[in-house]
């Protein structure tokens, strides 16, 4: 089968009011589809639509209502960036700090790269095979030329996870032997399996903010699980 054929914005305009959508003037319609693709607009009129899987919208639907949700959903981005670039600030720090002081106690200090110390091996192996890709990527970057001409390319735990995408940092927790999960979860009041979940959570949401997904009115995976002392708290 062939893909679609790609259209000028006169043409998606046209597409658009076929399926039911109001648009009374064409030129601010055309500004909008010259800024925000036809494919991402139309994504914020899922709940606007007929049937689940259909093109057609309801009536009274209009391309300022899609418009104004996909700002919002801009804005809510944004807004979620600056806190969970805390959060990730936050466990870099936790993870690092407590699974250095367990598994590099001796020199040369380079146990973190040795994968006997860790509960998951395979996840670790692949989390260095992605490690490198960044190493390498980022070869010309002080913090990665220091390494390589003083410490044959190796870093201590707390360098390393700086250059660590936020989903390998989420699955390299889970890779950690359960007393150093524990550890880290204790020191943000939480369960090291509930804080497992948080993690992968956050990785998702901070992926999806940090290029572009739309948040509003999608079901994300893994759903959030919250802990009983916590409902407990916010019931009080």
Same mark, same amino acid.
């Given at each position: ?70 700002? *919002? ?45 860790? *509960? ?117």
């Amino acid at each position: 089968m062939d893909l679609k054929q790609p259209l000028p914005y006169e043409k998606q305009i046209q597409k658009l009011l076929e399926h039911g959508l109001i648009i009374n003037n064409h030129a601010f319609a055309e500004e909008i589809l010259s800024q925000v693709n036809y494919y991402r607009l139309t994504g914020y009129g899922v709940q606007f639509r007929k049937k689940p899987n259909a093109s057609d919208f309801l009536p009274g639907t209009d391309i300022k209502t899609l418009y104004s949700i996909y700002l *919002f959903d801009q804005e809510m981005r944004g807004l979620l960036l600056t806190y969970l670039d805390i959060i990730e600030a936050l466990f870099r720090t936790r993870i690092s700090y407590y699974a250095s002081l367990k598994l590099c106690n001796t020199p040369p200090y380079n146990q973190h790269y040795d994968p006997s110390n860790y *509960f998951n091996k395979s996840t670790f192996n692949s989390i260095m095979t992605a490690l490198e890709r960044e190493h390498n990527y980022n070869c010309d970057t002080l913090i990665i030329k220091h390494h390589d001409q003083n410490y044959s390319g190796q870093m201590p735990l707390w360098v390393g996870v700086n250059i660590m995408s936020f989903s390998n940092l989420s699955k390299y927790y889970t890779c950690l032997p359960y007393n150093i999960q524990k550890q880290i979860a204790q020191s943000v009041e939480s369960h090291h399996a509930a804080l497992k979940n948080h993690l992968h959570a956050l990785s998702v949401v901070r992926n999806k903010c940090a290029h572009g997904g739309r948040l509003y009115n999608v079901k994300f995976n893994p759903p959030v699980k919250l802990e009983r002392s916590f409902l407990k708290k916010i019931r009080q």
